[in-house]
Nanobody, 126 residues
Framework: QVQLVESGGGLVQPGESLTLSCTSSEFMLDRYLVGWFRQVPGKEREGISC???????HYADSVKGRFSISRDSDKNTVTLRIDTLRAEAPGTYYCARGSSVCSAVVAARSYFYHHWGQGTQVTVSS
């Protein structure tokens, strides 16, 4: 089974920043499309961002300007940096692997991803 591992979640204060990481010990992430999704209990999984093998990225409108996705090939990692955490940020964040080219549609739809991590939980303190 393809293994993706997310990390970096935790309890944070509103307005703080957070960096989530996605890595794999089984394959090189820079050979694949990688996406980040967020899920809140009782709601559908929401596409946040994706990055293509060439580095092109797209973001959901709700996170543009505050979320940033990037690759670190040396560390075989794709990170999602979240600046200025807001009330809508809590949830379980998943990274996923696909084979399409990143676009606004691909960033939003889980349909394009075939392998998923177990998720990392982000909680914003009140």
């Amino acid at each position: 089974q393809v293994q993706l591992v997310e990390s970096g979640g935790g309890l944070v204060q509103p307005g703080e920043s957070l960096t989530l990481s996605c890595t794999s010990s089984e394959f090189m992430l820079d050979r694949y499309l990688v996406g980040w999704f967020r899920q809140v209990p009782g709601k559908e999984r929401e596409g946040i961002s994706c990055i293509s093998t060439a580095g092109g990225a797209h973001y959901a409108d709700s996170v543009k300007g505050r979320f940033s996705i990037s690759r670190d090939s040396d560390k075989n990692t794709v990170t999602l940096r979240i600046d200025t955490l807001r009330a809508e940020a809590p949830g379980t964040y998943y990274c996923a692997r696909g084979s399409s080219v990143c676009s606004a549609v691909v960033a939003a739809r889980s349909y394009f991803y075939h392998h998923w991590g177990q998720g990392t939980q982000v909680t914003v303190s009140s």
